[in-house]
């Protein structure tokens, strides 16, 4: 019987152990959601200063990759490409994390021009992610997020 306990304790053991250890490995400022069933890591823009920066300047993002924007108040949060160096989606969700509103494979800023995407709905999160995640999952209105 002590055995038994001992085994079922060491096994709890390893769970927590690994558990903690998949929690420690997420880098700082970085959240899990899933979208269409599908887990993406996120980068998290919260303050006035990351969203101006969000993901410009870098050259390219994995796949599994993402930034959310979570503004502290629904707004129609309009977006450009300024600075960026790979085509992205944006999708904008409402306050229930639900999508309002979708740009497809917007093109870095040239210049020539850098439009603004303003969404047909206000927005509480605005997620980023590389050029073809909506086609290739099938994201549409309505859809939702949820932190994993």
Request: net charge neutral.
């Amino acid at each position: 019987m002590r055995k038994r306990l001992a085994v079922g304790l060491l096994i709890v053991g390893i769970i927590v152990a690994f558990s903690i250890g998949l929690i420690l490995l997420q880098p700082a400022g970085t959240e899990r959601i899933i979208i269409r069933e599908v887990r993406l890591t996120v980068d998290l823009a919260k303050t006035p200063s990351e969203w101006e920066k969000g993901l410009s300047g870098r050259a390219s993002m994995p796949a599994d990759r993402g930034m959310l924007f979570v503004f502290d108040r629904e707004s129609p949060w309009g977006f450009w490409m300024k600075d960026m160096r790979f085509p992205l989606d944006i999708i904008w969700f409402d306050s229930n994390r639900r999508v309002v509103h979708i740009e497809q494979n917007l093109p870095p800023c040239t210049p020539q021009g850098c439009p603004v995407y303003v969404p047909s709905s206000s927005a509480l999160y605005v997620l980023e992610v590389n050029a073809g995640f909506v086609e290739a999952h099938g994201v549409i209105l309505g859809d939702t997020f949820n932190f994993a």
